[in-house]
């Protein structure tokens, strides 16, 4: 090694000459093997199957999976009291429209006892409702159920029916549904659908409306 490195032949090399080093000449057999070219090692089954794009083969959906405006989701359909409490909910694709499913909204609310004993109700007093939900049916539907409609009408609907600006003023305390939405949006199992089967998303979301309930009882 004291000669110029233009002098040094191949045969001097470390690793070709590691082969006389040691009486067993185990150890230098394996390092005179790595001088040989590294290549890759052939594609195995294990990294074929664990690509990233290979996970998800199929596309996301599942049951009550509807297509939006902005892609795909569930619809949550929420029942609340005058303070915000969830009293009933309900489930579905996002494609259908409120209207549609409003009664299995309303057939949600679990029975309660009135002041009269002996006489179930399974209806709340009144209904505030946005303008996603204008159409007489929808009123006339309420009214047989014994729930006064509180739903504006859209500017372009002239024939709407139970428009008494005095009731409608009941519309303005329509903010405390949206608050009880925003409590079950904080819910970060629930804003974005991870689960497939409808049991296990629904089982989590009525658990969410189970604890906004019971922080509501214990405040």
Known sequence: MERGPSAV?????LLAAAAG???IGRAAGALARLSGRAERPAEDS???VFRGWQLRPREKGGPCVGPTKRGKGTKWRVLADGAGTPLGAYLDAASPSEIRLLEATLDSVAVRRTHHPGRP???PDRLIADRGYDSNAV????V???IEPIIPARANNMVATHQDGRRLRRYQRRWLIERTIGWIGNFRRLTVRYDRLMETYGGFFH???A???LRKVLK
């Open 9 to 13: 032949r191949q045969s001097d090399d």
């Open 21 to 23: 080093v040691g009486s």
């Open 46 to 48: 294990l990294e074929r």
């Open 121 to 123: 109700r399974k209806r």
């Open 139 to 142: 009123r006339r539907m309420l």
């Open 144 to 146: 047989r159920r014994g």
């Open 207 to 209: 658990l969410a409306c």
């Open 211 to 213: 604890l906004i309930t």
